[in-house]
């Protein structure tokens, strides 16, 4: 962990935040915009932390939503997250009816109508559904039920739809249910479009990486003046495509991983009133969320500081490297 | 605020489609139109306003001319805009401010009130004024047809029906749009002009102070008709002179002082 300086004279870090357009977001907002202007349906996946619902809300938030009190509303993409726990068709609906607003409780026979005329008057053009591996049989049929009384008389209203899961071990969930012979799986995956049902959108690579670092450092560049994390860009690929954190041996980042170890990074080094980080306080950062990950930590004493069980660090600090 | 973006977190605190009121529009009507808007039925939105803020069982015990201040707060929230606006869709502020009280009550504008609408207000604009909710308006100032209280099925028609669709008719389903129109005679109008002026001077002017000077008018006219002993009323109904006592000017609605100065055929000029 890190101890903060009590005679600092520096405010205390700030962590900030800011929604990056990484490479993995282009790849997978490339997907989500297809299925949202050609009204086709996709199951998408990454791994947990990949960025996924970042994506989505980003999507929602560009897609020019609404809601105009003379009583006109345009929600052209509608995203919820999946309900858990074996969730009924109704727990569905009321996700999605949710997303519109506060709509007062109605039986459930009356919701499922009101929520095709809602969608239509709305103007939904695109479902997304996060966390769709939490989908079942139940909730998934009453998305195809919904579409189609959309697709129908009156309205003909055709509606994309992006399922989007995580998945390990390049198994992609919702495709055992999605391929089964029953006749309103099969209606189900016909609906799907034809060229790319199921999509894996992959994490970074160490290119990629190099790209996205100028985010960070442009981020804290208030905080930490002259930080450069580029020339760092090789050792932090490989220590965030270590086995203990890239499971899957995928040899990609998450943007999660990545945040995490550049936010701990320039944290350790304002604290020690550093303007740059150097390779000393990135070997601390991965032996932190790597090699000591899990270890138990005692809390104790003063609350300000922290100590782990495990070796003192005594390695050699990683090399700088010229990249970018 | 005219809209809602998605990133606003009133978009999670209103309605699927929220509405705003429209100018001089009553708050039933307000209502009404939200349930539209929202493709609920009629007494949708009425009823979950109720059942937030813990009344459940509100019909028949509410009248939409005073409602439950409470209300405005969640209804506030729900359309996102400021309470002062649906405040605006009643003649609250106004009677508060005539009688001197915080809230007011409905007997101290209208105490026998039923509902009736104008079939072109409606079809027009889908519109309720706010004026329908006074007392001795058998007419629609804007269009000069009689308001209508009943379909052609016989049914007598309700503000809120869960069983209808808004703006309808509850037994027929027959649309208010459409309920027939019968033109205003001329000397009603003659006379609601005059029932609407003396309403525009206590609502933009009233004060308690204005009240008790109408009142103490109202006393001296009849002191000086005392002769004639009778004065007939709005309502076709006579009062005695010597009933009218200024000592319990307090316990007196505005539909009560309204009719007895248009009767005694007072004009605002009579009070400086």
């Known amino acids: 962990m890190y101890t903060t300086n009590p005679e600092s004279p520096r405010p205390p870090f700030e962590i900030l935040r800011a929604y990056i357009e990484t490479p993995f977001e282009k790849r997978y907002l490339a997907y989500l915009r297809y299925a949202w202007q050609e009204r086709s349906w996709h199951v998408i996946s990454a791994v947990p932390g990949s960025g996924k619902s970042l994506g989505i809300d980003e999507l929602v938030w560009k897609s020019g939503a609404y809601k105009d009190k003379t009583g006109i509303t345009y929600l052209p993409v509608l995203a919820i997250r999946s309900p858990k726990n074996n969730a009924r068709a109704q727990d569905l609906g009321i996700a999605l009816s949710s997303a519109m607003g506060v709509v007062p409780t109605m039986p459930w026979n009356r919701l499922r109508f009101w929520l095709v005329q809602a969608m239509a008057s709305l103007q939904v053009e695109c479902i997304i559904v996060d966390d769709a591996h939490d989908l079942n049989r139940l909730t998934l049929g009453f998305l195809k039920e919904l579409t189609d009384n959309l697709a129908a008389l009156p309205y003909r209203r055709l509606v994309g739809l992006g399922l989007v899961t995580a998945h390990s071990n390049d198994l992609v969930p919702l495709i055992e249910i999605i391929k089964q012979p029953d006749e309103i799986w099969r209606q189900f995956y016909r609906r799907m479009d034809k060229e790319h049902p199921f999509c894996v959108v992959d994490g970074h690579t160490q290119a990629e990486i190099v790209e996205i670092l100028p985010n960070f450092e442009e981020l804290y560049r208030s905080q930490l003046p002259d930080l450069r994390l580029r020339r760092w860009a090789n050792y932090i690929y490989e220590q965030l495509t270590n086995p203990i954190i890239d499971l899957d041996s995928s040899r990609r980042v998450t943007m999660d991983n990545l945040t995490k170890f550049v936010t701990s990074a320039v944290r350790r080094a304002y604290d020690r009133g550093e303007t740059d980080v150097n390779g000393q306080i990135l070997k601390e950062t991965a032996e932190l969320m790597i090699q000591h990950r899990d270890d138990l930590f005692h809390i104790d004493g003063d609350s300000t500081t922290f100590h782990i069980d495990g070796d003192p660090i005594n390695d050699e600090s990683p090399p700088e490297q010229a990249v970018g | ?272």
């Open chain 2, 1 to 272: 605020m005219q809209r809602v973006s998605i990133d606003d977190p009133a978009w999670r605190t209103t309605f699927p489609h929220p509405v705003k009121p429209l100018e001089d529009e009553w708050l039933a009507g307000l209502l009404l139109r939200c349930d539209e808007a929202n493709d609920w039925g009629s007494g949708f939105t009425i009823s979950y306003l109720f059942h937030s803020i813990g009344r459940d069982n509100w019909k028949g015990e509410v009248n939409f001319i005073m409602p439950p201040t409470s209300i405005f707060e969640k209804l506030s929230q729900l359309l996102a805009i400021p309470k002062s606006a649906l405040l605006a869709t009643t003649y609250q502020p106004e009677l508060a401010r005539i009688c001197g009280v915080s809230i007011p009550h409905t007997i101290q504008l209208n105490p026998s009130f039923w509902f009736r609408f104008c079939p072109e207000c409606v079809s027009q604009d889908r519109m309720l004024q706010r004026t329908l909710t006074l007392a001795h308006m058998n007419n629609c100032p804007k269009h000069q047809i009689a308001l209508v209280r009943t379909c052609q099925c016989g049914m007598h028609q309700t503000l809120f029906s869960r069983k209808a669709q808004p703006f309808t008719c509850p037994a027929c389903g027959m649309r208010w749009a459409q309920f027939p129109r019968s033109p205003a005679l001329q000397k009603h109008i003659v006379m609601e002009q005059k029932i609407l002026l003396w309403y525009k001077i206590f609502f933009t002017q009233g004060t308690p102070t204005l009240l008790a000077s109408v009142v103490t008018l109202i006393g001296r006219k009849f002191r000086e008709r005392n002769k004639l002993g009778r004065i007939s009323r709005l309502s076709g109904k006579t009062i005695k002179a010597e009933f009218f006592s200024p000592y319990y000017r307090t316990n007196f609605s505005l539909a009560y002082l309204v009719d007895l100065l248009v009767s005694l055929d007072l004009s605002p000029n009579d009070l400086i």
